[in-house]
């Protein structure tokens, strides 16, 4: 039985294909194949129902994947400490961050962290704060940054900064002639939101204490996964959108004079770093929260009353 081996079922578990899973492995079918077949003779079980599309566990290959996670996951953990005794800067990274932070966050901090630090990896993706939570637990990723409080058992969560929540607003709407505005002042109907699966949705429909009853209304209906494509449906249809503080960074003058801020108390959403239980890569982590905090405090203005808005992931 080899580390290699148990890399392969749990892909195969993960995507359910053999193809995809040698794929995801950087190897031929042929060769994830022969090395299942041999674990599989090994332990002298049956790990997967060949005869079912898509591939499936069997009950004892069920098991005995989850297993495999849980050796891969000490296996990482044992690797990121010899990373960590040899330099106190050096080693990888692997980062989750929430799509409507992303985009606004990374350019502030990542190119000073790369070129202060050229022995230090890192891997970011944009997810949604459900699976950053996922892969947290699983060990695919050492750290996310997304919106907290989540209340979830097991995380440890380190706030780094509060973002106030402002309106975009079209030049045409009646609610733009207000200099600072109220929840209660938003008509939903004109209020252009999120898809599902991103927190902000939640929390904006939180904010505007929106509730699914039905027709709205509107003649036409457009959900989307940016917040710079909402904000050009702003422009372009009329309307308004809720967007965080550090999206407003490298606003031109014309967009800057649609935005319009909240009366107090503030709402908020509160940034964090999230890591699994207690993560050995204490250093590193210490040194990404130190970068972006610095990075993003300063873009943001401070907040005296603020409103944290709860996350639903």
Same mark, same amino acid.
Request: hydrophobic residues 40%; contains cysteine; neutral net charge.
């Given at each position: ?86 330099? !106190? +800067?050096? /080693?990888?990274? &692997? ?7 992303? %985009?606004?966050? *990374?350019? =502030? ?63 045409? !709407? +009646?609610? /733009?002639?207000? &200099? ?7 008509? %939903?109907?004109? *209020?252009? =939101? ?120």
């Amino acid at each position: 039985m080899t580390i290699q081996q148990l890399q392969y079922i749990v892909a195969i578990d993960t995507h359910r294909h053999f193809a995809r899973a040698a794929e995801a492995c950087f190897v031929t079918q042929p060769t994830l194949s022969s090395m299942v077949k041999k674990l599989e003779e090994e332990l002298g079980v049956v790990l997967f129902d060949r005869s079912k599309v898509p591939v499936v566990p069997t009950p004892e290959g069920e098991l005995l994947v989850e297993q495999a996670r849980s050796v891969l996951k000490e296996v990482q953990v044992l690797r990121s400490m010899a990373e960590s005794a040899r330099e !106190e +800067e050096a /080693g990888e990274l &692997r980062i989750g961050m929430i799509p409507t932070l992303a %985009p606004y966050l *990374l350019p =502030l901090f990542l190119g000073d962290l790369l070129e202060k630090h050229p022995a230090l990896n890192i891997t970011v993706e944009e997810l949604t704060t459900e699976t950053i939570i996922g892969q947290l637990e699983h060990g695919q990723l050492d750290v996310g940054v997304l919106a907290t409080p989540l209340a979830v058992p097991g995380l440890r969560e380190e706030p780094l900064f509060n973002e106030r929540f402002l309106l975009y607003v079209s030049p045409g !709407e +009646e609610i /733009g002639r207000k &200099r600072y505005v109220l929840p209660g002042d938003i008509r %939903p109907d004109r *209020l252009w =939101l999120l898809e599902e699966g991103h927190c902000l949705r939640s929390q904006v429909m939180d904010l505007c204490e929106l509730r699914q009853q039905g027709g709205d209304g509107a003649r036409f209906s457009y959900v989307s996964g940016s917040i710079e494509a909402l904000m050009r449906m702003v422009d372009a249809q009329g309307g308004l959108t809720i967007v965080p503080e550090l999206a407003t960074v490298g606003m031109t003058k014309a967009q800057r004079r649609r935005l319009r801020e909240f009366k107090a108390p503030v709402p908020v959403r509160e940034i964090a770093m999230v890591t699994w239980r207690h993560s050995i890569k204490g250093k590193l982590l210490d040194l990404l929260r130190a970068k972006v905090a610095a990075a993003a405090s300063a873009h943001l203005r401070p907040v005296r009353s603020p409103r944290v808005l709860p996350v639903n992931p």
